[in-house]
């Protein structure tokens, strides 16, 4: 199982690696109107009785190419983790009883396309975003000595705000500052799962390729 969860998400990664590569090739005679963006992330499940814990152990990774001065599309690829820690209970199922503690841990693996409108110019341009594709999720509940685990796919959408400072005048480099909220289709009956929402920030940098 663990395996096969692996190479699952190691074909994701793939897959959206070499969208991106495309598109690079594709433009390459016109290179300059299309920048990469890499952001450490944060979040927290939102309305989620699985796991509602915040952290930082996430991070998201977009190629655009502008379509005119202020639209840019592209592709992107995300990941994050989240793991709750839930006190000593008892469970119970059929004649059977334990007493202990858990860990709940939650891994979403969204990846598609993604757009950007920059909503004014200048060295601080806010915009707006949208990212649409697949989402591949796990879910772990780890007790004493029993691991319980799950993994699905889902549609995912996910519109963003946020602002980009560009300290130079080339607008070569700059800092992104971003607020998001993520959707996803994913279900899982046994840990009372039905769609996974995110809300959650990012920072990170932009460069001009």
Request: overall charge negative; cysteine-free; glycine content about 8%.
């Amino acid at each position: 199982m663990k395996t096969k969860t692996i190479n699952i998400i190691k074909l994701s990664l793939v897959v959206s690696l070499f969208a991106l590569v495309s598109t690079v090739n594709a433009q390459e005679s016109n290179m300059g109107n299309s920048y990469f963006s890499g952001d450490w992330q944060f979040n927290s499940p939102v309305a989620n009785d699985f796991n509602e814990t915040a952290s930082g152990w996430g991070a998201n990774l977009e190629f655009l190419r502008f379509i005119t001065p202020n639209l840019s599309a592209g592709v992107f690829v995300a990941w994050h983790t989240n793991n709750e820690y839930i006190p000593r209970s008892t469970y119970t199922q059929g004649a059977t009883s334990i007493n202990t503690d858990a860990v709940n841990s939650l891994f979403q693996l969204p990846f598609g396309v993604s757009g950007r409108y920059a909503l004014l110019d200048g060295n601080i341009v806010p915009y707006a975003g949208l990212k649409i594709g697949a989402m591949y999720s796990e879910q772990y509940a780890y007790f004493n000595t029993i691991t319980l685990s799950a993994s699905n796919w889902g549609f995912y959408v996910s519109p963003e705000i946020g602002l980009t400072f560009y300290p130079m005048q080339d607008h070569l480099f700059g800092i992104n500052v971003s607020a998001y909220y993520g959707y996803a289709t994913n279900k899982n009956e046994d840990f009372n799962i039905n769609g996974l929402n995110n809300a959650g920030f990012r920072i990170g940098v932009l460069v001009r390729l």
